[in-house]
């Protein structure tokens, strides 16, 4: 049999194929899982839609929704894609402004995969005529991948994504 065996990180996950999953009403950084990059010999990207996040708004506790995209290039570890569903599903009951959201995802993904580089948008939808789609990157200090980061942070909106959320 070919694929990854438990030795490379399947033995550690406790959500995947769990059928009793609890699912968190509160902010919830700890469902995050990771497991071995068995391809860390290159460079690749990663890439995640979730078009159904939801958070509140601090003040008011209306619902916020986006569409949040995670890209990142892993190193040693890439991240249980269960888990982050459930993470980001935690968000649901969290009330921060959408900067804090999308830079909170960031780092709580830095915490747990060390990646070489990482990127994170989300595109809310308008509320009271305005629509805010924070996005923010980080890459490894002192590599390319911090040379990369800086570039895209000058760069990120000079070829705009089409929005298709709203």
Known sequence: MSGRSHEEGLKDLTLLGNQGTQYAYEYAPEVLEAVDNLHANRDYFVKFNCPEFTSLCPLT???????????????KKIVESKSLKLYLFSFRNHGDFHEDCVNIIMNDLIKLLDPRYI????????????????????????????????????NHDLNPEKIDNR
């Open 119 to 154: 990127e994170v948008w989300g595109k809310f939808t308008p509320r009271g005529g305005i629509s805010i789609d924070p996005w923010c990157n980080y890459g490894k200090p002192e590599t390319k991948y911090e040379e990369i980061a800086n570039y895209r942070l000058m």
């Open 61 to 75: 506790n209306q619902p916020d929704f986006a569409t949040m995209y995670i890209s990142y290039i892993p190193d």
